[in-house]
Every structure is written in C-alpha cells, then in structure tokens.
C-alpha cells in the first residue's frame, strides 16, 4: 500500500518538472496533466477500496521516526475525499483544455499545466498528512500553485484580487505556523497520531486555546464569517475553470483540516457552542449576500460561503451522526459547486456577460442573443438544464445530493435535541429556501436568451456534462455512500 499512500502527492510534483520543460509543446503538457490525474484519481479509488478492506495505513519516508520524518496516513475519511477531488480536478482539467485557459500565455512559456498538477499535489499531500507540520507545508504549495492560476494573464483587477487572497493567505499561514511552534512547546511533537496522545495530557485551559488557534486558522481558509472576506473578491475574477476548482477543493480542504485537527487532537463530550454560532451566521450571511448580488459568480461564492456553515453544522454536534452529515455534504458540494461555476463558464462564453440584469432584460418569447452584449450567441437549452440539475440540488431539492446531505445533517440535529440543534436547524431551512431562490433566479436569467444548439457537443459542455452526472450518481448511490461516511465518522471518534 505504500505506494498507494504515495503516488498521489509525487506524481503530480515529479509531473509538474517535467511539465515545465515541456513549456513550448503545449500538445504535450496537456497529454501528461491528463494522463497523470487519470492516474491519481485511480490510485485514489485503489486506496479507498484498500483502506476499505484493510483499515487505515501510514507511510515514513526515508525511515525517519514520526516526529522528524515525513509521514502520511491514508483512512477512510482521506482516500474518499482525494477520490472526489482528483475527479473534480480531472474534469476541471478537460473543461480548462476545451476552454483554451492553459494556452493563453502571452510570454510562450504554458505555467497552467505545472502549477495545476501543483495544486493537485498539495491538496492530496493535505489530505494524507500525518503531522501538523507537512499539513502547513499542503497549504503553502496550494497558496503558491493558486497565485499562479489565479493572475495567469491577468489585467489589473485579477492581479489585485489576487494579492487580496494572498495576503489573506499568507496572514493564516503565518498563525498557523504560531500555533504549529506553540503545540509543539506544550507536547514536543507534531505528529498527529502522538498529539491525540499528549494533548489529552495537557492543561484544560492550554488545550482550549491551542483548539481555538488551530480552529481560526482553518476557518479563514474556509472562509467562514466573519473571516469569509477575501473569498467573494478573490474567486469571480479568475478565469472559469480556475474558479471552479478553487471553488469545489480549496475551501473544502479548510473544513477538512478543521475537521481532521479538533475530532483527533481535541475531541469533546458536547455541542460545540462557538461553532454552532458561526454555522449560524455563516449560513444566513452567506446567502444574504448572495441574493444581493447582480453577477453570477459572485452570487455563487457568496452562496459557496454560505453552505460552508452546514459543513460546519456537523462539526459543532460532535458526534457521529453530524460527522457523518458533514462528510456527505462536502463530497456533495465539491462535486456541485465545480458544476455551477463550469455551467456558468459556459453561460458567458456563449453571451458575453454575467450580469443578470443584462440576462433578465432579455425577451424569453424571441429566442436569441442577449441584447446590448455585441458578439454573444444566447444560450443553448441543454447549458439551461446543466445549471437547473446542480442548483436544485445546491437548495436541497429531492431526491439531488444536497437533499440527502441536508437530511442527513437535519435528522442529527434532532437526535441531539438541543438549542444549539434547532437554532442551526432553523438556520439551515432558511437558507435552503434563500438558496433556491437565488438558484431560480440564475436559471430564469440563463435560461432567457435560447437558441437552437450548434455543433457538436465542444469538450468544455462535455465536462461540464461529466461533472453534473457525477452529482446524480452521488444521490443515485446514496446509500453505499452514506454508509461509507458513516464508518469515516466513527473512525474519526475512535480516540
């Protein structure tokens, strides 16, 4: 299994050097970006079934004892969120090709294709890590990867939205880093399997406000409220695909590290308070900005904020039924929200704009371009029904993911009982409802200026086509799924 653990962090970085000599053979890059993602995500299933059958499995590079070497842990929790990732990211990629994102560099020299395969190392390295340390290190190659994407020939505007998210970034690597120097003075480790040990050793009142450092630094990057501020500027400005992959992993990554550091190293008893309050307020927040908004990929991080508080729902019961609704809603969202933002990409390439109010004014009873916007084709019936199967389910409808990962979070909520419950219970049915709202007013604006669909079916409405069944088999095999998520759950409670 040992290369099992590892291929998903090395390859893409060995992939990325020799992508990077590749640079003036773009045919070339794309083959190998491919093919290596294709093999990431196999080798990731591979380990899921593995760690299934076999329990969970650690690697240490170089033979190095734990506390100084390199080590990474493949359970439950982390082979399944690297297998949806590594599929997010490989149909993100073929949606980039069809787009022609990677070939727009106006120097001769492609950096999408090594700082892509980057940023696919340092969320699988995110996901496997086995200390506090490597996981610093995951985030610090996901930051430097997504700076490259994020201005890849970009004007102004994207160049300053882009120091805006990594200032942001670079302020919660340097906290984290603090409280990674501070939990090893208290312990003398950063290895997480001897933390779950020592931190239950320490002092209640050291291990209390080592919990809440290392729970600010993973909300900033999850963008919870009030620390959500970076996000709403930072992602609508980047090209389609670059969005829709920081969309879908990179938040989740934040809610994943949350969840992994307080269940393993400061397990409690009890609802968790201070969490249920931000769940609150990032859910009503979040889509409250959301319906203000006139651009669809502002609404839709706005929104994307907002149901990072039903992730955070779970975390605050602390228990293995609301873990459990956690891990199906952020499969769920990782697999939803790259829809939305691809379907969106399609919208604007084929109007020209993503301003609802330009969409809206047009006549839905004379079929054709949007008017005002020179150039635009309209919008094609099958990109509507694309948007509609991902954003009903975004609001919870049945029988779509959302409604299962809702339920799932829901029926936790009352078997805890307690006011905490409700209130993030009540919190989570307004928002549903505020996002179905939002949702049917993105689809009655895209859906307005149709024409007939030309052509063959272009690569990028292929993709986006792959991601959006890959939201249906979810609610198809729910089931298995939820059962899956289960056991992860209990997994993360065996202290």
Do not use: C
Not at 46 to 56: F, K, Y
Not at 147 to 155: D, K, P
């Amino acid at each position: 299994m040992t290369w099992l653990i590892a291929l998903p962090v090395m390859l893409p970085i060995l992939a990325a050097g020799v992508s990077l000599g590749l640079s003036r053979h773009g045919r070339a890059q794309r083959l190998l970006t491919v093919l290596v993602l294709t093999g990431v995500f196999v080798d990731a299933v591979l380990l899921l079934v593995a760690v299934d059958r076999d329990g969970r499995a650690e690697v240490a590079f170089g033979g190095w004892a734990p506390t100084l070497g390199i080590t990474l842990v493949a359970d439950l929790l982390s082979a399944l969120f690297l297998s949806v990732s590594a599929l997010v990211a490989l149909a993100v990629l073929i949606f980039a090709i069809g787009q022609g994102t990677p070939d727009r560099a106006g120097t001769g020299i492609v950096p999408f294709h090594p700082a892509y395969l980057l940023l696919v190392a340092g969320i699988a390295l995110a996901f496997l890590s086995g200390d506090l340390f490597n996981l610093f290190v995951a985030f610090e190659v996901m930051l430097a990867s997504s700076y490259v994407l994020i201005t890849l020939n970009a004007g102004a505007t994207r160049v300053r939205a882009g120091m805006t998210y990594t200032m942001t970034s670079l302020m919660s690597s340097l906290l984290f880093l603090t409280a990674i120097a501070l939990i090893y003075a208290a312990t003398g480790t950063v290895n997480l399997g001897e933390l779950a040990e020592r931190t239950a050793e320490l002092d209640a009142g050291v291990r209390s406000a080592l919990g809440a450092f290392l729970l600010v630094v993973f909300a900033i990057k999850a963008a919870v409220v009030p620390l959500h501020f970076w996000l709403p500027d930072g992602y609508p400005t980047a090209p389609a695909p670059i969005t829709a992959v920081f969309a879908a992993l990179l938040t989740k990554v934040g809610v994943y590290a949350m969840l992994r550091t307080q269940t393993q190293l400061f397990p409690r008893d009890d609802t968790w308070w201070l969490v249920a309050a931000a769940a609150v307020l990032t859910m009503l927040v979040g889509i409250l900005g959301a319906i203000a908004q006139d651009d669809i990929n502002r609404l839709l991080s706005f929104a994307l904020v907002s149901h990072i508080g039903f992730m955070l729902m779970g975390i605050a019961l602390f228990d293995a039924e609301g873990f459990t609704g956690t891990i199906l809603y952020i499969i769920h969202h990782i697999v939803v929200q790259a829809g939305l933002f691809l379907v969106t990409g399609l919208v604007v390439a084929r109007t020209g704009t993503a301003a609802l109010h330009r969409l809206e004014s047009h006549d839905p009873r004379e079929p054709g371009p949007v008017p005002g916007v020179q150039g635009n084709e309209g919008t094609p019936p099958v990109v509507t029904a694309l948007f509609l199967l991902p954003a009903l389910s975004m609001a919870g409808i049945p029988p779509f993911s959302g409604f299962i990962a809702k339920f799932a979070l829901l029926r936790a909520a009352v078997a805890d009982g307690g006011a905490a419950a409700w209130l993030m219970s009540a919190a989570a049915l307004v928002t549903s409802l505020l996002t179905l709202y939002a949702m049917i007013r993105v689809w009655r604006a895209v859906s307005a200026p149709v024409i007939a669909p030309a052509g063959r079916p272009s690569l990028t409405l292929v993709a986006t086509a792959g991601i959006v069944l890959v939201g249906l088999a979810i609610a198809a095999g729910a089931g298995p799924l939820a059962d899956l998520s289960e056991r992860a759950a209990h997994d993360l409670l065996a202290r």
